[in-house]
């Protein structure tokens, strides 16, 4: 019967495919933009290490002015100082932990014909790879015996390492930073973490690093440091008391397998900033926070506002454009008043009736969304267009994303088609007869 039906509403929309395609267009640019934004807030928004987002915590603590909080909120800076991050983890208390930093570096390549280009870096401690799940190509991590005594050694991004070496093993290959060699022992495969949730403070949507260093090679002024440094005081004269002042520029990260041992690390920290507060630190009130993953991103406000707003709007113009629909759908209904009489008349029930056109409204709302994934497309090409490498990977239909599009305008059409479905089985079939 439902082939009858579908057949029966194939040939009512060839009969007006006037009509038929200005409420297809309708559904299309209403589906379109919806899905446009949705796609891109449903990305921005995902969660980035599924696995375990519950068990990584960021940790913040309040060393700032105490006559001014670092966030009007009152939350406490976005990160650490120096002093206070390697602090926490020359204690080793989580069962994994990274301190890290954002840096660059020059390579400079063999060869007389070979010029010296920019990289971008990260300094980090060794259990950076295996808390963030981050996949080897070849080789591994270094350990934490290589963090203490400050070895000179390197992770490469796949990219990187097709660029120095063809992209064959290169592990145990030196690479020269900064007027010193380092030794390669691993090659990660390519990593892109959407958002880049391990280092939000310096863009949730950049690229993931070119290559990795030991965190403790921070320590001399020669590396290249950068990122976003904040102070509330003067820092002094020298590197080293740059090291050892109040500016907050590190990104502090525990792993935590189970709610205990949140709370005690979360013990551990009230106690290091009570013992900091002795020695003249932290005037502020204690006000130390750990939080997972997706709290992080939350607090961060990694999906910007004016992209939920952005979102919204497109869901209200899908509105609008539902509303024109149910307009069409109800002059085209009505206009087959005649038919619809003489169905009835021939013994067709309103139950009938109503599927039928039911039947063809659904049929409209899918080629709508058909033609709504298309205009999604161009949508999404135009926002990568527009904000170029920061939407990379945010700017995709995937198969989630194409299943909510044609159910969306599925269930749309159809709740559009009820009230001119409805009207149409109202129809009086002894009046329809009288005029013909």
Same mark, same amino acid.
């Given at each position: 019967?439902?082939?009858?039906?579908?057949?029966?509403?194939?040939?009512?929309?060839?009969?007006?495919?006037?009509?038929?395609?200005?409420?297809?267009?309708?559904?299309?640019l209403?589906?379109?933009?919806?899905? @446009?934004t949705?796609?891109?807030?449903y990305?921005?928004?995902?969660?980035?290490?599924?696995?375990?987002?519950?068990?990584?915590?960021?940790v913040? %603590?309040?060393?700032?002015?105490?006559?001014?909080?670092?966030?009007?909120?009152?939350?406490?800076?976005?990160?650490l100082?120096?002093?206070?991050?390697t602090?926490?983890?020359a204690?080793?208390?989580a069962?994994?932990?990274?301190?890290?930093a954002?840096? $660059?570096?020059?390579?400079?390549?063999?060869?007389?014909d070979?010029?010296?280009?920019?990289?971008? $870096?990260r300094?980090?401690?060794?259990? +950076?790879?295996?808390? +963030?799940?981050?996949? +080897?190509?070849f080789? &591994?991590?270094?350990?934490?015996?290589?963090d203490?005594?400050m070895?000179q050694?390197?992770?490469l991004?796949?990219?990187?390492?097709?660029? *120095?070496?063809?992209?064959r093993?290169?592990?145990?290959?030196?690479?020269?930073?900064?007027?010193?060699?380092?030794?390669?022992? &691993?090659?990660?495969?390519?990593?892109l973490?959407? #958002?880049?949730?391990?280092?939000?403070?310096?863009?949730?949507?950049? =690229?993931?690093?070119?290559?990795?260093?030991?965190?403790?090679?921070?320590?001399?002024?020669?590396?290249?440091?950068?990122?976003n440094?904040?102070?509330?005081?003067?820092?002094?004269?020298?590197?080293?008391?740059?090291?050892?002042?109040?500016?907050?520029?590190?990104?502090?990260?525990?792993?935590?397998?189970?709610e205990?041992?949140?709370?005690?690390y979360?013990?551990? %920290?009230?106690a290091?900033?009570?013992?900091?507060?002795?020695?003249?630190?932290?005037?502020?009130?204690?006000n130390?926070? /750990?939080?997972?993953?997706?709290?992080?991103?939350?607090?961060q406000?990694?999906?910007?506002q004016?992209?939920?707003?952005?979102?919204v709007?497109?869901?209200?113009? %899908?509105?609008v454009?539902? *509303?024109?629909?149910? $307009?069409?759908?109800?002059?085209?209904f009505?206009?087959?008043a #005649?038919?619809?009489? /003489?169905?009835?008349?021939?013994?067709?029930?309103r139950?009938?009736?109503?599927?039928?056109?039911? @039947?063809?409204a659904?049929?409209?709302g899918?080629?709508?969304? /058909?033609l709504?994934?298309?205009?999604?497309?161009?949508?999404?090409q $135009?926002?990568?267009l527009?904000?170029?490498?920061e939407?990379?990977?945010?700017? =995709?239909l995937?198969?989630?994303?194409?299943?909510?599009a044609?159910? *969306?305008?599925?269930?749309s059409? /159809?709740?559009?088609?009820l009230?001119? @479905?409805?009207r149409?089985?109202?129809?009086?079939?002894?009046?329809?007869?009288?005029?013909?």
């Amino acid at each position: 019967m439902f082939a009858y039906y579908l057949r029966l509403a194939w040939l009512s929309i060839r009969q007006s495919y006037g009509l038929s395609l200005l409420m297809v267009l309708a559904i299309g640019l209403g589906i379109g933009a919806a899905m @446009t934004t949705v796609t891109v807030n449903y990305l921005m928004s995902a969660n980035p290490i599924p696995t375990k987002s519950e068990q990584l915590f960021y940790v913040q %603590l309040d060393n700032w002015d105490p006559h001014q909080p670092a966030n009007d909120n009152g939350d406490p800076p976005d990160q650490l100082t120096y002093r206070d991050a390697t602090a926490l983890w020359a204690a080793n208390k989580a069962y994994r932990q990274v301190v890290q930093a954002q840096m $660059g570096a020059v390579v400079e390549p063999e060869g007389k014909d070979s010029l010296p280009f920019q990289v971008s $870096g990260r300094a980090n401690s060794a259990d +950076f790879f295996a808390m +963030f799940d981050v996949p +080897f190509l070849f080789g &591994g991590s270094w350990d934490r015996a290589a963090d203490e005594s400050m070895q000179q050694v390197v992770v490469l991004s796949q990219s990187l390492n097709e660029r *120095l070496f063809g992209g064959r093993d290169s592990v145990g290959e030196k690479v020269k930073l900064a007027g010193d060699y380092f030794q390669v022992v &691993g090659v990660i495969a390519n990593w892109l973490p959407r #958002p880049r949730f391990y280092d939000v403070t310096t863009g949730a949507f950049n =690229e993931a690093e070119e290559l990795f260093i030991p965190f403790s090679l921070l320590s001399q002024p020669k590396i290249n440091r950068n990122g976003n440094t904040n102070c509330w005081k003067p820092s002094g004269e020298g590197y080293e008391a740059f090291l050892n002042s109040e500016c907050v520029w590190t990104q502090f990260w525990a792993e935590l397998r189970t709610e205990q041992e949140k709370e005690d690390y979360l013990t551990f %920290l009230n106690a290091y900033v009570t013992e900091q507060k002795k020695l003249g630190r932290f005037e502020r009130p204690i006000n130390n926070r /750990l939080s997972d993953v997706m709290q992080w991103m939350e607090n961060q406000q990694v999906v910007a506002q004016d992209a939920s707003l952005m979102m919204v709007m497109s869901l209200m113009f %899908l509105l609008v454009c539902l *509303l024109n629909t149910i $307009g069409l759908l109800l002059a085209k209904f009505l206009s087959k008043a #005649p038919q619809i009489g /003489l169905r009835q008349a021939l013994g067709a029930s309103r139950q009938d009736l109503f599927t039928q056109y039911l @039947t063809e409204a659904g049929c409209i709302g899918i080629a709508g969304g /058909l033609l709504g994934l298309v205009f999604a497309w161009l949508g999404l090409q $135009g926002v990568q267009l527009l904000y170029g490498d920061e939407m990379k990977g945010l700017a =995709e239909l995937d198969l989630a994303m194409v299943g909510l599009a044609m159910l *969306l305008a599925l269930v749309s059409s /159809l709740l559009a088609g009820l009230y001119p @479905t409805w009207r149409a089985c109202t129809v009086q079939p002894s009046q329809q007869l009288k005029s013909q």
